[in-house]
Structure formats: structure tokens, C-alpha cells
């Protein structure tokens, strides 16, 4: 066998790894080598002391020579598959027997190598092997915390209106018909990718989101923020189920189930000519609507707990365990202009910075404990007031209502800037 390669250890070479030769030297010979580069080898000159240990479990590769007395490779690979198939299995070969090293193959071994070679090769294999399983059980793993995280069981909220959406997702949620969530940018490249050299700054190619999803689902957030170029763009990916890289001219086929969401009213966005009405037809198939916080108050106790536990995990040397009444009461009445994302950031900034383990109205945000108690009564009295005062009256209430979002406040009013900044700058009337 030609000469050793040795090398600092690699951190990611901690791994046990049985070599099974019926020639004593050659496998001290691997397992010094392997030794050398980080690995911890164990070598058997006996495939039924190999045996053993294979049943013994407790090891993360198996190199194996073929022909050996008593059990041979191929035995070998069967007894590791069987009590691990994702344990990797190399086998050694002469090159007169290649033949059934393709077999080994066929059976279930990563690969084979031919003697002589270098015990660097080996390791290339091992490392690669190692690697590929290392990835395929982080993806379980990715993928069984996905599972639970977005699961409708975790979903939260007692509430009718939460119950009812529910529903309606557990009935979908095995067909690949597309979806659009109501209540709580992307750019074209993001979308649809691009080639190296298509704009400025593309110094690399990138296949986009929609070919990233290919053969799942992409959930594209704010629907309704979309330019019009970017809607038929949009609606061309969904009639055709190909897309187009920008600087490409070649159409990709994909296939993509498409869940969206807005909190934005589309058909009204379609009235005003602000969003195309075939995309909405297109993609407003199964319509799920998400009730906003202010109108489920009763789930908001549930949410608390969740996010309390949840930050509390994140962060355990924080000493906040539960929030007090008067904390509970306050944010049980807020509006809640940004919804649940809302609350999940208030609960985070109460643990990150209480200093006790019930938090109490003062460890709340300023801008939350500001508006408690504070309402814009629409209280007219006993006397008729002008036209002026009541919109400067209810342009201030939407304000408050709207966590003072000006703009939110305009869209839902249906007025522009400049017509709230008159109203709300309206002089009350004297007695009024």
C-alpha cells in the first residue's frame, strides 16, 4: 500500500469506524492510518470477532475486505445494514474482484475501493459518506421541528373564529389546491432568480424561491405589496408552472403549491385597480381567514403562556416566570395593531429585561402601558357638533385604534395624508 498521508485531525473526524480484514497488517495498517487522521479505528483480523462488534452496535463505519473466511464482506455489509441501513459500509477489493464489489453496491454499500491505495482516499469516502448521513438526519430532525412547529395542533387559540380556520386547514391540507390567508418584498430575482451578470451586482447565478420549492410548498407573506409587473409575473409562474430567470430565455418548469397571505382587503385593492383581479381568482381558491388579535381577546391568556415558555427556553437565566394581574389586564385591553407578532415581542422584551419572577404594568413597554386605560371617547353630549369636529373626532380614535400607524390609518379611512393631517389638526370648537 503506498505511503500514509497524515494531517491534523479534522474535528468532524470523531468517529468510530470498524475495518475487517482477514490480513492482520493490512487492517492494523488502515486503522493506523484512519488513527492518524482523527478517526477512532478499531481493527479485526477476524470477520467473526468483526461480527461481534457489528452486533454490538456503538460505531459509525464499517470498511470491510470482501474475501475473507468464515463470513465474508458482503455477510458483513448485510449484518451493519440490517441494525443500521444509514451506517455507512466501504468495501476493499483487489481489482480481480471488482465484479462483486459492484455487487456490494447493489446491496446497500456507499462504495468500493481497490487495493492498493492510499489511506487519504479512504478517508476522502469516510468523510464523504459520514457527511451525506450527518445531513439526511439533521433533515429528519429539520423537518420532524417543522412538522411540530407548524402543525395546526400548534396553533393557539380556543377562540370560534381561530376553530373555524383551523378547520378549513385541516381539510386542505392534503390537496395541493393554492391558498389565501387573510389577517396577520420580494424582488423578481427572489422570486424567479436570476443568471450571473443579469443586473448589477449579479456575480453569481441564483436559482430563486421557486425553484427552491420545487416539489413543496412557498409561502409568499404580504401578497398584496406586490408591484402589478411582479403580479404577472406571478400569475404567469401559476398558469404555466414555469418560470423564467431574469437574463435567462429559457422557461423552467416547477412544481410549487403556493400559500399566501395579506392583511390587506384585495378586493378592494382590485376596485381601486391596485391588484390584478386573475391573480386573485387564481390564488384565492381556499380562502382561510385569520381573525386579528383585538377580535379574539380570549385567546390572548393561551398566547401569553406560549410565548412566556417560549422565551423563557430561549433565554434561562431570565427570572421572569409570570406576568402579574395588573400586566395580564393591560395587555388583554391594547389593541393590538400588529397582532400576535406584536405580543411575541412584548412577552420577549418583559423576560429579556424583568427583574423579578412576576412581572408587573412597569415592566411593560412605554408605548404599551402609555395607551392603557386611554380611549378617544366618541362622546358627542347633549349639543349637535359640526361635520368637522366629528371627523377630527374619529380620525384620532382610527389613529389610536391603529397603534398610531398614519398611513394604515389613511388606507382604512380611505383618505390620503395630507386629508388626515387636516383632520386631526382641526381646533375643537370652544365648548365642545
Known amino acids: 500500500m503506498d505511503e500514509m498521508v497524515s494531517k491534523p485531525p479534522d474535528p468532524a473526524r470523531s468517529c468510530r469506524v470498524i475495518i475487517a480484514d482477514d490480513q492482520r497488517s493490512m487492517a492494523e495498517m488502515v486503522a493506523d492510518g484512519l ?51 444509514d451506517r455507512p459500509v466501504i468495501v476493499m477489493t483487489a481489482f480481480s474482484a471488482v465484479d462483486t464489489a459492484i455487487e456490494s453496491i447493489r446491496r446497500g ?28 438526519r439533521e433533515a429528519i430532525t429539520l423537518k420532524r421541528a417543522l412538522r411540530e412547529r407548524f402543525a395546526l395542533s400548534a396553533m393557539i387559540g380556543e377562540s370560534a373564529a381561530m376553530r373555524d380556520a383551523c378547520d378549513v386547514l385541516a381539510r386542505i391540507a392534503d390537496t395541493d389546491v393554492p391558498v389565501l390567508v387573510l389577517g396577520e418584498h420580494l424582488l423578481e430575482s427572489e422570486f424567479f432568480g436570476h443568471t450571473r451578470g443579469a443586473f448589477t451586482g449579479a456575480v453569481t447565478s441564483r436559482a430563486g424561491l421557486f425553484v427552491d420549492a420545487d416539489g413543496g410548498t412557498l409561502f409568499l407573506d404580504e401578497i398584496g405589496e406586490l408591484s402589478p409587473a411582479l403580479q404577472g409575473k406571478l400569475l404567469h409562474v401559476i398558469e404555466t408552472g414555469t418560470v423564467r430567470a431574469v437574463g435567462s430565455s429559457r422557461e423552467r418548469p416547477v412544481d410549487v403549491r403556493i400559500v399566501t397571505a395579506t392583511h390587506r382587503d384585495l378586493r378592494a385593492r382590485v376596485a381601486e385597480g391596485l391588484f390584478r383581479e386573475d391573480l386573485l381568482y387564481r390564488l384565492d381558491v381556499v380562502e382561510v381567514e385569520i381573525p386579528p388579535l383585538r377580535h379574539r381577546r380570549e385567546d390572548i391568556p393561551m398566547l401569553i403562556e406560549h410565548f412566556l415558555a417560549d422565551a423563557r427556553a430561549r433565554y434561562p437565566k431570565a427570572v421572569v416566570e409570570r406576568l402579574s394581574r395588573g400586566a395580564t389586564k393591560i395587555l388583554l385591553e391594547h389593541g393590538w395593531p400588529g397582532n400576535v407578532r406584536e405580543l411575541k415581542h412584548v412577552i420577549e422584551r418583559v423576560v429579556i429585561l424583568g427583574r423579578d419572577a412576576e412581572a408587573s404594568e412597569a415592566d411593560l413597554p412605554p408605548a404599551i402601558t402609555a395607551r392603557a386605560g386611554r380611549t378617544v371617547a366618541l362622546d358627542f353630549g347633549d349639543e349637535v357638533i359640526p361635520i368637522r369636529e366629528l371627523q377630527r373626532r374619529y380620525a384620532s380614535w382610527a389613529l389610536e385604534r391603529l397603534g398610531g400607524k398614519k398611513m394604515l390609518t389613511c388606507e382604512r379611512l380611505g383618505i390620503d ?15 365642545a
Open 35 to 85: 488513527t492518524d487522521l482523527g478517526y477512532e479505528a478499531l481493527p479485526f483480523a477476524s470477520s467473526r470477532e468483526a461480527s461481534a462488534r457489528i452486533r454490538e452496535g456503538d460505531y459509525d463505519a464499517l470498511v470491510t475486505d470482501l474475501r475473507m473466511p468464515d463470513i465474508d464482506g458482503l455477510e458483513l455489509l448485510e449484518l451493519s445494514r440490517k441494525s443500521a441501513p
Open 417 to 431: 395624508s395630507k386629508t388626515l393631517a387636516k383632520w386631526l389638526a382641526e381646533e375643537p370648537p370652544s365648548g
Open 109 to 136: 454499500a456507499y462504495h468500493y475501493i481497490t487495493k492498493p491505495f492510499k489511506v487519504a482516499e479512504l478517508a476522502l469516502l469516510l468523510d464523504r459518506a459520514l457527511g451525506e448521513v450527518a445531513l439526511r
